[in-house]
């Protein structure tokens, strides 16, 4: 299965430097003309200095304050572009807390008209990262070099993260929905589990499963496709995992078998997650025509159409098979022996049954050549012709030359080819007693 990575962030707890802000920015008189028309003349040389993207649109002068790096002009600034700011322009350097961030420290609210909401200061965000959504609440969380991350709640249902860049980082805005970063150290708290939870049950609903949630887990994020994976526990019955599109609908249902490659599931009982996935590979094994009745399985990934791969190892029968299960349900099963299984690289090869049983028909097979002097002793897939045709290098138990089989597409055999013609056809034997030197 693909990799998979999360998308959140450690952040730092911004440092406002209280203590000689708050006392200038307490006052709460009204703000005169001669500290607007400071701030508006001064505010865009410390807006520059700071690095910050700020069209004024307002602004006033709050004072100056003393501290260890010297003396400080404060100012707060409206935006054309979003979110307002507090600056802190020292003589070496200009600081910006925007609107949000300060609205945490109780003596630093702003309180120019423009910045009286800053939530609505997050729209220009909203609107880059491209999801529905209409600020209701929001809070600041922290920041580090390059991100700074909000909590928005919106009006359409459950929030999300925003993760912003600071300049002059120009890494995009990025929306993480809540229900990702439950349990992080970034749990949103302006959108509840139940509402986060909402979004599971619509997703189970159009996978047409019936589960009564009893528990949740975010997975991760496919890099490239962009799908969510959520692990979905059902109480007494066995889970699965859901994929959903980047936009939030349903891609497609794992089962846990499935999702072995996504660290497998942790909210279901493995015993009854194991008994029932069996069950319901053995139906559709036999209902393809190989009669197996499955005792374990090992899920392998996907192969180039989206069908699962799949090793069964079989209680009836001594060998074991990969089985390709066709993504369409009205596709036709494949099954693969285990030594032919090479084709799916080293994830391939069997881990659950050994693959001696298939030397009988490998056996059989040079029989039909003549060639029944070798009992095969091992066996090595080497690979496949333009036209589907399937390279099989054998051993024989007395230590004698072994033999390359080639196998049509209906698994019959073509030709049998010596070490030597094999080599020359570009396909040369590996095998210990068939390498001489």
Not at 68 to 84: I, P, R, T, W
Not at 141 to 151: C, F, I, Q, S
Request: charged fraction near 15%.
């Amino acid at each position: 299965m693909r990799r998979l990575a999360t998308a959140l962030f450690a952040l730092a707890t911004l440092a406002l430097g209280a203590a000689p802000l708050a006392a200038h920015a307490a006052d709460k008189e009204p703000i005169t003309k001669d500290q607007r028309d400071k701030g508006m003349k001064d505010a865009p040389v410390a807006i520059q200095k700071a690095g910050i993207a700020c069209t004024v649109s307002d602004a006033y002068y709050l004072g100056a304050s003393s501290g260890k790096g010297g003396k400080s002009d404060l100012y707060e600034v409206a935006c054309q572009q979003g979110l307002g700011y507090v600056l802190l322009e020292g003589a070496a350097t200009t600081k910006a807390y925007d609107c949000l961030a300060t609205a945490s420290q109780p003596s630093l609210v702003c309180r120019l008209p423009a910045n009286a909401n800053p939530k609505q200061g997050l729209k220009p965000y909203i609107a880059s990262a491209a999801v529905a959504c209409t600020p209701t609440n929001a809070r600041y969380l922290g920041a580090n070099a390059t991100t700074t991350v909000y909590e928005v709640a919106c009006q359409e249902g459950p929030g999300y993260l925003l993760q912003a860049p600071v300049a002059p980082a120009t890494n995009p805005v990025v929306a993480v929905p809540c229900l990702q970063a439950e349990g992080s150290a970034n749990t949103c708290t302006l959108t509840s589990k139940t509402q986060s939870t909402a979004v599971l049950n619509t997703l189970v609903t159009q996978a047409g499963k019936t589960c009564q949630i009893s528990a949740d887990r975010f997975i991760g994020n496919d890099p490239r496709s962009g799908d969510a994976y959520y692990e979905v526990g059902c109480g007494a019955q066995p889970g699965f995992v859901i994929a959903a599109t980047k936009g939030g609908g349903l891609d497609k249902v794992i089962t846990c078998g499935q999702a072995q490659g996504l660290g497998g599931c942790t909210l279901s009982d493995s015993t009854q997650v194991m008994a029932q996935e069996s069950a319901g590979y053995s139906q559709r094994a036999k209902a393809a025509g190989f009669n197996c009745d499955v005792a374990k399985y090992r899920s392998i990934g996907l192969d180039s159409s989206g069908g699962e791969v799949v090793e069964l190892a079989c209680s009836n029968r001594p060998d074991g098979t990969v089985a390709i299960f066709p993504k369409a349900a009205t596709g036709r099963a494949q099954f693969v022996d285990c030594v032919k299984a090479g084709e799916f690289g080293p994830s391939g090869a069997c881990t659950l049954t050994s693959p001696a049983p298939v030397y009988e028909k490998y056996n059989a097979a040079l029989m039909t050549k003549n060639r029944g002097t070798c009992k095969v002793s091992g066996a090595r897939y080497i690979g496949q012709s333009p036209h589907g045709d399937t390279f099989i290098e054998t051993s024989c138990v007395d230590g004698k030359p072994g033999w390359v089989m080639e196998f049509s597409p209906s698994d019959q055999v073509r030709d049998i080819l010596t070490c030597g013609q094999a080599k020359a056809a570009g396909v040369a034997c590996q095998l210990p007693t068939n390498v001489h030197s």
